[in-house]
């Protein structure tokens, strides 16, 4: 089992950045890959960034890369989302997931564990 719990989020400036956490429970981290989704108001769930277990492989939206950067310290059971340059598109609800697994996935179904959510507003 895992818990997750995201913080970060907030109102910022378009043109800002933002730093979002993610800190899982258990001793089982580094065996965890990660992905960070985001949802809209009256719009599906959709991938935002994903990361295996070891931190070697990292998968982008087409949306947010170059813009967003998905990393993790398995000594601290931590993953992060770095968003810079963030857009008023970026707007919604971002969580974070989890799997057991040693591949990525980029589709929300393959995620067995979810935090709750933090809300990030861009303005413009």
């Known amino acids: 089992q895992v818990q997750l719990v995201e913080s970060g989020g907030g109102l910022v400036q378009a043109g800002g950045s933002l730093r979002l956490s993610c800190a899982a429970s258990?001793?089982?981290?580094?065996?965890?890959?990660m992905g960070w989704f985001r949802q809209a108001p009256g719009k599906e769930r959709e991938f935002v960034a994903a990361?295996?277990?070891?931190?070697?492989?990292?998968v982008y939206a087409d949306s947010v890369k170059g813009r967003f950067t998905i990393s993790r310290d398995n000594a601290k059971n931590t993953v992060y989302l770095q968003m810079d340059s963030l857009k008023p598109e970026d707007t919604a609800v971002y969580y974070c997931?989890?799997?057991?697994?040693?591949?990525?996935?980029?589709?929300?179904?393959?995620?067995?564990?979810w935090g709750q959510g933090t809300q990030v507003t861009v303005s413009s």
């Open positions: 997931a989890g799997k057991y697994t040693t591949a990525v996935f980029t589709r929300a179904y393959a995620y067995d564990y």
């Open positions: 258990g001793r089982t981290f580094s065996s965890v890959a």
């Open positions: 990361i295996n277990r070891s931190g070697g492989r990292t």
